[in-house]
C-alpha cells in the first residue's frame, strides 16, 4: 500500500492568517505547508489526513483542506482533550492539548497503510520526504519505523534559543535514543546549550528529531498502551504533553520497536520567533532561483 501523510496541525487556532506559522512565505503566498504537501506529493503521497480540532473544521477545510483536493486525497482526523482510554476522565483544569503522540492516536481509525507524520508549520524539504516514503514503501516486518535526522546546526534559530532532539544512533544506524534538550543556540561554527554551571558545547553535526517520523499500523496498540502509562504518572499536570519522541524512545529501551535513522544534509527552517521570517522567505527564494521549486506552487 502506498504511504499516506499525516500532518498535526491540531495545535492550530481559530484566526490562521493570524499565526506566525502560517504567515504567507513563498512569492506566491504559499504557506510552509505548501511546501510540505508539495514535496511529500512530489515523493508519491497520493493521500493527506490532517489532525485538527473539530471546532476548526469548517474553517481549515475553507481555507488549507479545499486547497489540495485537486492533487490529493484529503481526509482529517480530529484531536479533542477528551479522548482517553477507557476508565479515564479529563482533568477539570485540562486545557493543554495532550501532545503530539496523542495527535497521531487520534488518526489511528483514518489512516489505511504506513505513514509519515510530520508538524503542520515546518519546512523539512524535498530529500526527507523521500527518504521515509522508500523507507515505509519497502516491506518490513514487526514494528519497523524511522525518522529523519537533521544535523543541529541545519535547525537553528538567529533570533534566540530553541528546543531540539538530540538522537544517539547505533552502528547499524538504528535510533538508540532521542531526548529532548533546551536552550540550543549557534555558537561559531558549532552549537552550545546553556547549563547550570556555564555552557555545553556540540559541533553542530548532531543529529537531532524535528518530528518527521514514519510509522506503520501497529504503533496505534503501542502509543494507546504508553499513552495510559502516561496518564498514570502525569495525567493530573495541567502542562504535561504525550510527545512522539518519549513515546519512541520508551519503545526503544522496552526493546519493543526498532526505529531506522535516514539523515539529510539539507536545512530545517520554521518560524519559531517572528524575526525568522525574513530568513525563511529569503530560503525559499533561493530554492526557487536554483529550479527546486517553482514560483507558484499547485498550479
Known amino acids: 500500500m502506498k504511504p499516506e501523510l499525516l500532518v498535526m496541525a491540531a495545535g492550530l487556532g481559530s484566526r490562521f492568517g493570524g499565526l506566525k506559522q502560517l ?9 510552509l505547508m505548501d511546501y510540505a504537501l508539495y514535496d511529500a506529493r512530489r515523493a508519491g503521497v497520493e493521500r493527506v489526513v490532517f489532525v485538527i ?52 492516536l487520534a488518526a489511528g481509525a483514518a489512516m489505511r497503510a504506513p505513514f509519515m507524520a510530520i508538524n503542520a508549520d515546518d519546512f523539512y524539504g524535498r530529500r526527507a520526504f523521500e527518504l521515509l516514503y522508500g523507507f515505509l514503501s519497502r516491506p518490513h516486518s514487526g514494528h519497523a519505523y524511522a525518522m ?32 529532548e534538550h533546551r536552550g540550543l543556540e549557534r555558537d561559531g561554527d558549532g552549537c552550545r546549550e546553556r547549563e547550570s554551571d556555564g555552557y555545553r558545547r556540540y559541533t553542530g553535526r548532531e543529529p537531532v528529531s524535528m518530528n518527521i517520523w514514519g510509522f506503520r499500523p501497529g504503533v496505534f496498540a503501542q502509543f494507546q498502551e504508553a499513552f495510559a502509562r502516561f496518564l498514570a504518572v502525569s495525567g493530573q499536570d495541567p502542562a504535561s504533553e504525550f510527545f512522539i519522541p518519549a513515546a519512541v524512545d520508551a519503545l526503544i529501551r522496552e526493546g519493543r520497536a526498532s526505529v531506522r535513522v535516514l539523515e539529510t544534509g539539507d536545512r530545517w527552517f520554521g518560524v519559531t520567533y517572528r524575526q525568522d521570517k525574513d530568513a525563511v522567505v529569503a530560503r525559499l527564494q533561493d530554492l526557487i532561483r536554483a529550479g527546486e521549486y517553482p514560483p507558484t506552487l499547485w498550479s
Do not use: K
Open 53 to 104: 480540532r473539530r471546532a476548526l473544521e469548517a474553517e481549515f477545510r475553507r481555507q488549507i483542506g479545499d486547497r489540495f483536493s485537486r492533487w490529493l486525497e484529503v481526509d482529517y482526523a480530529f484531536q479533542e482533550l477528551d479522548q482517553l482510554p477507557e476508565g479515564w476522565i479529563l482533568p477539570p483544569d485540562r486545557t493543554r492539548p495532550w501532545g503530539t503522540a496523542h495527535a497521531i
Open 23 to 31: 504567515e504567507p512565505v513563498g512569492p506566491d503566498g504559499s504557506r
Open 148 to 179: 529523519v535526522a537533521f544535523q543541529m546546526a541545519n535547525t537553528l534559530s538567529e533570533h534566540g534559543p530553541v528546543a531540539r532532539g538530540i538522537c544517539q544512533v547505533d552502528p547499524d544506524g538504528l535510533l538508540s535514543s532521542v531526548a
